[in-house]
């Protein structure tokens, strides 16, 4: 037991590791899984914990030099009971389940069925489920990241999924499937400016980076914007069989007027404030 500021509970490296049946409570963070500088992860199974923390309770962090290729792959992530107690973040930014600042390379990550609730309000930045990477000089490459039948309750952002600019070789996204999550609650504070279900965010400066992308069959209450892609350019795309819910007098649905490439099925219904003046 660490000073509850900066402690984490358990930290994993390498692969072939499973975490399973703890209880955390009180720590900055529970479980943590690292690259440890220039180990590749892959084979790891996290399912079955209680973990209350303040800054993020399950978490995926780039620790090292970001010029060594290191890689997650075979992640699974499920079945977890998950508070965050985000009162005292230490960076205004505060997340359920974190995949920050990971290096090159991320494949066939799931996770599915768990329990994410925000306890202490949302006086700062908080989300449910983070992937991405906002360091400018971030390569981001990411194939099979699945999403599925989680409950996220209390959050500015219920799912996130940021891009940044890509400056050691832009980003390169396969199959991002978001599906049959229940986002609730997923409200908009004065210090924190948002309140997006789905929230998809590129930055990168590669052309069309996301090949496919489904969000599907999720039940999203928000108090401002159910789904949100913004600058995504994606090859193809589904946003179907949603139930959207919003609060506040604003969009279902919106997406960047930078979204260029939108192929495939489309039945998400976009609102404004008034009737279109051109086209």
Known sequence: R????????VEVHGAFSTVRDCEVFGLSMGILICDNYVATVYD??????????FTCPIGFFRIANLA??????????????????????LNNLAYGIGMYTVDRTVSNIQIFNNSIT????????????????????ESYIVDRLSVENNSVNSFTTGIEF?????GLGGADIGSIYIDGNNLT?????????????????????????????????????SSDICIYLRNAEVTTYGVNDNTLQTI????????????????????????????PTTG
């Open 118 to 137: 925000n306890f202490k309000g949302n006086s700062v930045n908080v989300t449910g489920i983070f992937c991405g990477s906002y360091n400018p000089l």
């Open 68 to 89: 060594v290729p290191t890689s997650l792959s075979g992640i699974a992530i499920y079945d977890n009971l998950i508070r965050l107690i985000s009162g005292i973040s």
């Open 185 to 221: 609650n997923i409200v908009t504070t004065a210090a924190a400016a948002r309140g997006f279900g789905v929230f998809i965010q590129d930055n990168s400066t590669v052309a069309s980076p996301f090949l496919y992308l489904q969000i599907t069959n999720n039940h999203v209450q």
């Open 162 to 166: 940021y891009i940044g600019t890509g």
């Open 2 to 9: 660490d000073n509850p500021m900066t402690g984490i509970a």
């Open 44 to 53: 790891i199974s996290v399912y079955g914990n209680y973990i209350e923390a």
């Open 248 to 275: 506040a007098a604003n969009a279902y649905f919106e997406q960047s007027t930078t979204v260029t490439l939108r192929y495939g099925r489309k039945s998400a219904i976009s609102y404004d404030s008034a009737a």
